[in-house]
């Protein structure tokens, strides 16, 4: 067996141990309210043994990645794939962290779903080791990725802990119009987080059925001399065509519920050869979430944030909003360093230009900016409890778009990341 293959039966170990301290989080906190013994000896047992366990499926996390890299001969950080398996891996490393201070079994039951998700999409992309491009050959790439991911990791545990201390807070009984607000964003925060989810489900679907549809798409360009030639690219689909793409015509589908053909075409605007692929996606995407979480609904009878509201009984506010904030301040100079200083010095390198405008580097702007500010209105302002975690929950949107969105939609330098 290859290092490579061990990598990669080691990761499917650590995936599963992943959920199963998920598992034992949930036992931790809910069931408590069941036991027959002392609710806080319960609690102290079960959240021993899911912390045991998420740290066994981190050393599995580290097994695949350090063998990876022995196997390949390259930090695997360098698609799609490797990056959010690393990501998933610093969200462990920081959950491991913040836990060892504050020793909260609660937060395993938010941040272990949340590792979960992430490794679950990492799987949806192509897993094989591709060559580096001379640009990604260089060690400040190394400590560029590996920084910026273990700080946004950092951001994720606060995002976790701000999400808790909404849940907990929130009143679900208050009918004005001021607490029916908070009850619909924090509903839709989950509902957003379902969206996620449903895509994998619906990605793993169609894989496993074998689905497949091919369009030709013809694009014309006009050189500087005027001459205008005409290009023909195909464009795989493994969702069944929704949308098709912007000029193209079908070479082959699948028929799904009896449809054989893409509903409409994407915008002429969007006539990238993948653009329609993506919007596809992104169809897909809510549709299946959409479908999983009126199931929810279905089954629960009531808003899922309403469902998890009673779970935080007992747990202190003050608490979450503490480790929220520590993780972020915690994750804010790691970012620094990663995403603007080791990434510019890396970028003069490999490019002449220490800032080029490139769509990835503007939104890691954004988002440290964004920080900034959170932390700012935290230190100076004395924001703190409920305005303080809905910026966490916000300022974590805004990295899942720096790290998804700019690497999948916008073209850039960055984007071999996509692939």
């Excluded at 895509?199 to 500087?224: L, N, P």
């Amino acid at each position: 067996m290859s290092l490579i293959d061990f990598s990669s039966d080691a990761f499917v170990v650590a995936f599963f141990l992943y959920c199963f301290a998920f598992m034992f989080y949930v036992i931790a906190i809910a069931g408590k309210k069941w036991s027959n013994r002392d609710p806080e000896k319960h609690e102290k047992k079960w959240g021993l043994i899911a912390f045991v366990t998420s740290s066994l499926g981190l050393v599995g996390h580290l097994t695949f990645f350090f063998t990876r890299w022995i196997g390949s001969k390259q930090i695997p950080t360098s698609n799609m794939y490797e990056f959010i398996t690393f990501l998933g891996m610093a969200i462990m490393i920081a959950f491991t962290i913040v836990y060892a201070i504050y020793k909260k079994p609660l937060l395993g039951m938010f941040a272990l779903p949340l590792t979960v998700i992430v490794v679950a999409y990492a799987a949806v992309f192509p897993q094989e080791v591709q060559p580096l491009i001379p640009a990604l050959d260089d060690i400040w790439l190394k400590v560029h990725v590996t920084t910026a991911a273990l700080g946004e990791a950092f951001f994720a545990v606060g995002f976790a802990a701000g999400l808790m201390y909404l849940l907990r807070v929130i009143d679900f009984s208050d009918k004005s119009k001021k607490g029916k607000r908070g009850q619909f964003w924090l509903e839709f925060s989950l509902y957003t987080i379902i969206i996620v989810v449903g895509f994998v489900i619906a990605v793993f679907a169609f894989r496993g059925m074998g689905y497949e549809a091919h369009f030709v798409q013809e694009k014309s360009t006009i050189d500087s001399k005027g001459v205008e030639s005409t290009k023909r690219e195909t464009v795989d689909y493994t969702l069944p065509p929704i949308v098709k793409p912007y000029n193209s015509q079908a070479e082959s589908v699948d028929s799904f519920l009896g449809m054989d053909h893409a509903v409409f075409e994407a915008p002429y605007w969007m006539n990238g050869v993948n653009a329609g692929r993506k919007l596809n996606t992104v169809i897909w995407s809510v549709i299946a979430g959409s479908i999983l979480y009126g199931l929810l609904r279905l089954a629960f009878r009531k808003p899922l944030a309403a469902v998890i509201h009673p779970l935080m009984d007992g747990i202190d506010p003050e608490d979450l909003d503490e480790i929220s904030y520590r993780a972020i301040a915690i994750g804010f100079p790691i970012f620094t360093l990663g995403a603007l200083i080791f990434a510019m010095i890396w970028a003069e390198k490999a490019w002449g230009r220490f800032w080029g405008w490139d769509p990835k580097e503007v939104w890691a702007l954004i988002s440290w900016l964004y920080y900034s500010a959170y932390l700012h209105f935290r230190l100076s302002r004395g924001w703190q409890g409920k305005r303080s975690s809905w910026l966490a929950v916000i300022g974590f949107v805004v990295i899942l778009f720096t790290l998804i969105g700019v690497n999948l939609i916008i073209a850039g330098l960055h984007s071999y990341a996509g692939v």
